[in-house]
């Protein structure tokens, strides 16, 4: 239509080149009129590339994924690529499926929030085209670099403070242990505390449930009915058990810290505006997904990532749950 070469309309549409004013104008008006796109998917399979980056989270309804997510958003999008977004819901068959779909899409790379070692994962990531980066837990299972909190010193950090304040009979309300990060490092952290200090554990002041709202209710009610004596202090392995805690514990008539100290991990920006507003650890979130995103980059690059696994640090909330005995 515009009666020149193939390689001319792409100069125009890439501005790429020098295309004289008139024949630019042409080609620009031939293009409006016809609503012409060029097709991506063809200029993918001709670089072998998408400029797209999978990143599989386990929940999309948790703040501090949010904030992470947020962040490698950030760096994704500033070094020219887009993101597939899969919620697979902390189930270990959507995760597979979605390594398989993000293989099926051609994706340059994946960020994934692992949260197991299970071994079906190292076998699907194996047989995988492109670079993975894990990004929560170590990687060294998979053979894969990763970006991961430090759960297991954040959470013996929080439970020598409790035991610095006087506390020696704490409770932990506890998450199953398929979930390395929250499961398992967070509570061998509250183990380690009372290792520390000399405090012999009590297997009965740790009450396992799940990650959801109710289940602080329930885990506070058990501690609190506990036949040897309440614990003078209760540790929540996550920010939502010890909202719920702190509200079971108002509601039965206890006060919070002046009866019961509660404190936890992680800091999503709610546990600064509750009554009392709750001693906590946490991250730098946003950081966290912006060396994920930067990373993945590096793998997809070819460049070494130095060092294979980065540790986020972790910050002492010390606020209003918590008492000296």
Same mark, same amino acid.
């Given at each position: 239509?515009?009666?020149?070469?193939?390689?001319?309309?792409?100069?125009?549409?890439? !501005?790429?080149?020098?295309?004289?004013?008139?024949?630019?104008?042409?080609?620009?008006?031939?293009?409006?009129?016809?609503? &012409?796109?060029?097709?991506?998917?063809?200029?993918?399979?001709?670089?072998? !590339?998408?400029?797209?980056?999978?990143?599989?989270?386990?929940?999309?309804?948790?703040?501090?994924?949010?904030?992470?997510?947020?962040?490698?958003?950030?760096?994704?999008? @500033?070094?020219?690529?887009?993101?597939?977004? @899969?919620?697979?819901?902390?189930?270990?068959?959507?995760?597979?499926?979605?390594?398989?779909?993000?293989?099926? !899409?051609?994706?340059?790379?994946?960020?994934?929030?692992?949260?197991?070692?299970?071994?079906?994962?190292?076998?699907?990531?194996? !047989?995988?085209?492109?670079?993975?980066?894990?990004?929560?837990?170590?990687?060294?299972?998979?053979?894969?670099?990763?970006?991961?909190?430090?759960?297991?010193?954040?959470?013996?950090?929080?439970?020598?403070?409790?035991?610095?304040?006087?506390?020696?009979?704490? #409770?932990?309300?506890?998450?199953?242990?398929?979930?390395?990060?929250?499961?398992?490092?967070?509570?061998?952290?509250?183990?380690?505390?009372?290792?520390?200090?000399?405090?012999?554990?009590?297997?009965?002041?740790?009450?396992?449930?799940?990650?959801?709202?109710?289940?602080?209710?329930?885990?506070?009610?058990?501690?609190?009915?506990?036949? #040897?004596?309440?614990?003078?202090?209760?540790?929540?392995?996550?920010?939502?058990?010890?909202?719920?805690?702190?509200?079971?514990?108002?509601?039965?008539?206890?006060?919070?810290?002046?009866?019961?100290?509660?404190?936890?991990?992680?800091?999503?920006?709610?546990?600064?505006?509750? &009554?009392?507003?709750?001693?906590?650890?946490?991250?730098?979130?946003?950081?966290?997904?912006?060396?994920?995103?930067?990373?993945?980059?590096?793998?997809?690059?070819?460049?070494?990532?130095?060092?294979?696994?980065?540790?986020?640090?972790?910050?002492?909330?010390?606020?209003?749950?918590? &008492?000296?005995?």
């Amino acid at each position: 239509m515009a009666g020149v070469s193939i390689s001319t309309i792409s100069r125009v549409i890439n !501005k790429s080149a020098y295309v004289s004013p008139e024949i630019k104008e042409r080609i620009e008006k031939i293009l409006s009129e016809t609503g &012409y796109r060029p097709n991506s998917l063809a200029k993918e399979l001709l670089r072998n !590339k998408t400029d797209t980056i999978g990143v599989m989270l386990p929940r999309i309804d948790l703040g501090t994924f949010a904030a992470m997510f947020e962040g490698i958003v950030t760096v994704l999008n @500033a070094n020219g690529y887009n993101v597939l977004l @899969a919620n697979t819901h902390d189930q270990v068959d959507e995760e597979l499926r979605y390594l398989d779909f993000f293989h099926e !899409k051609r994706v340059d790379g994946v960020l994934f929030f692992a949260t197991g070692n299970n071994p079906h994962y190292a076998e699907a990531i194996s !047989k995988l085209r492109m670079p993975v980066v894990i990004v929560g837990q170590s990687g060294s299972e998979f053979g894969c670099p990763s970006v991961r909190l430090d759960n297991f010193e954040a959470a013996r950090a929080m439970v020598n403070y409790l035991i610095s304040l006087g506390h020696r009979r704490i #409770g932990c309300l506890a998450v199953p242990d398929h979930d390395v990060n929250i499961g398992i490092l967070r509570k061998e952290g509250y183990f380690a505390a009372l290792a520390d200090n000399g405090i012999e554990l009590d297997p009965t002041l740790v009450v396992t449930g799940d990650f959801e709202y109710p289940s602080g209710e329930r885990g506070a009610k058990a501690l609190m009915e506990h036949p #040897g004596g309440p614990p003078t202090a209760i540790y929540c392995i996550t920010d939502r058990l010890s909202v719920s805690v702190c509200g079971w514990l108002l509601r039965h008539g206890f006060r919070v810290p002046a009866d019961v100290s509660v404190a936890c991990l992680d800091d999503p920006g709610l546990l600064s505006f509750c &009554y009392p507003s709750i001693t906590t650890v946490s991250f730098d979130y946003q950081t966290t997904g912006m060396h994920a995103g930067q990373m993945i980059i590096d793998c997809i690059d070819g460049k070494a990532t130095e060092p294979s696994e980065i540790v986020m640090p972790f910050t002492m909330q010390v606020r209003e749950s918590t &008492y000296s005995i």
